[in-house]
């Protein structure tokens, strides 16, 4: 797995070695335009949640909707979002922070015992960080969340989400050898900025249907009521959830 991440560091220190020696040779242009690409490679890789540079990501599902949970367990919204979900039969991922999982064990339990998946969602969710870690904290990050949830549930989980879906190239060797699949959406509400549940709602009917990832949080003032809208709305539109199998090849 070092080796993974060496050579990717090697890859990018060569390429900037390349364009510089254009540049320093006197072919100004052609240096800046290597170091340009190199830049927005970088940068596309990283910050887009959709991007496929560094590595496979999973935007879309088959045969319904998949919705994800992002940021919990929370003490106040996970029982009331598991009734909700039971009462519309829904099964959902719940990609939790592996802090909060050691402080709410009996959540964890109560997810998976109530037949929903549960996915790592790293250890303390660094969301401004995520993305320029070194590959030992993007390692940590990943792995403790692992342990703590193999620890409560007895199985660690199979799907991984970004914090804000930002990561870097060192980010994939981790998953492979963790044996995670990286979950990205395709439909999402901002319900972590906005303080309008219709106006969620109203961005994510926009954008929802069949095949589609929705991304939803817990621990948000608004979380019950967006949940409670997008369970009613697939509902009206004869939509069922599906988890997919997202067994890593
Ligand atoms: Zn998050």
Redesign the pocket.
């Known amino acids: 797995m070092i080796f993974a991440q060496v050579w990717r560091v090697l890859l990018v220190t060569a390429m900037f070695g390349g364009g510089t020696a254009v540049f320093v040779t006197g072919h100004f242009l052609a240096g800046a335009i290597i170091h340009m690409l190199i830049v927005g490679y970088l940068l596309a890789g990283t910050f887009n949640p959709s991007s496929r540079l560094f590595g496979p990501v999973q935007t879309r599902c088959k045969n319904g909707i998949w919705l994800t949970l ?2 919990g367990p929370d003490p106040v919204d996970t029982p009331a979002i598991l009734d909700l979900l039971d009462r519309h039969d829904a099964k959902v991922t719940f990609f939790v922070i592996g802090e909060k999982a050691e402080k709410h064990p009996d959540l964890i339990r109560e997810i998976h015992r109530r037949g929903h998946q549960i996915g790592n ?1 790293t250890w303390s ?1 660094p ?1 401004a960080s995520f993305w320029c870690l070194s590959p030992w904290s993007t390692r940590r990050e990943i792995v403790k969340c692992q342990q703590v949830i193999e620890g409560i549930i007895g199985q660690a989980p199979k799907v991984f989400r970004a ?2 879906g930002h990561y870097n190239f060192f980010v994939h060797p981790v998953l492979k050898q963790e044996k995670l699949k990286l979950v990205g959406w395709s439909s999402r509400g901002f319900d972590g900025v906005a303080s309008l549940p219709a106006e969620v709602l109203r961005r994510i009917r926009r954008t929802a249907g069949e095949g589609e990832i929705i991304l939803a949080h817990e621990g948000t003032p608004i979380a019950c009521e967006v949940i409670a809208g997008i369970l009613a709305m697939a509902e009206e539109n004869g939509c069922r959830f599906v988890i997919p199998d997202v067994s890593p090849e």
Do not use: A
Request: hydrophobic share 15%.
């Open positions: 992002d940021d969602h969710h969301r914090p804000v």
